[in-house]
Nanobody, 125 residues
Framework: QVQLVESGGGLVQAGGSLRLSCAAS????????MGWFRQAPGKEREFVAA????????IYTDSVKGRFTISRDNAKNTMYLQMNSLKPEDTAVYYC??????????????????WGQGTQVSVSS
């Protein structure tokens, strides 16, 4: 089983930055896709970003393009989400997730059977 441990959430002023980390253990991440999702109160879970572990192919939801950067450190089995220019509407619980083998990133939560515990990101105005 892939196990995911998140860190880096917190409270920040609008315009500030946070970096989320997701450390993975268990089976190899090779061949998998890793992703970030978020869920704000009263809203559906929303795709944020994803990356293929093998070649680093990245995708983002439109609302975070140019502000967020997803990356990976293969040696550390860790995925990151650098969040800059944060806005109050970015406030949500952020989850990291891992897929089974797949060749390209996916925006669909059902493609990710392994999930972290979630970390709260709060952006004040």
């Amino acid at each position: 089983q892939v196990q995911l441990v998140e860190s880096g959430g917190g409270l920040v002023q609008a315009g500030g930055s946070l970096r989320l980390s997701c450390a993975a253990s268990g089976p190899t991440l090779g061949g998998r896709v890793m992703g970030w999702f978020r869920q704000a109160p009263g809203k559906e879970r929303e795709f944020v970003a994803a990356i293929t572990w093998s070649d680093g192919t990245r995708i983002y939801t439109d609302s975070v393009k140019g502000r967020f950067t997803i990356s990976r450190d293969n040696a550390k089995n860790t995925m990151y989400l650098q969040m800059n220019s944060l806005k109050p509407e970015d406030t949500a619980v952020y989850y990291c997730a891992a897929s089974h083998w797949r060749p390209s990133p996916s925006i669909v939560g059902a493609e990710y059977p392994y999930w972290g515990q979630g970390t709260q990101v709060s952006v004040s105005s």
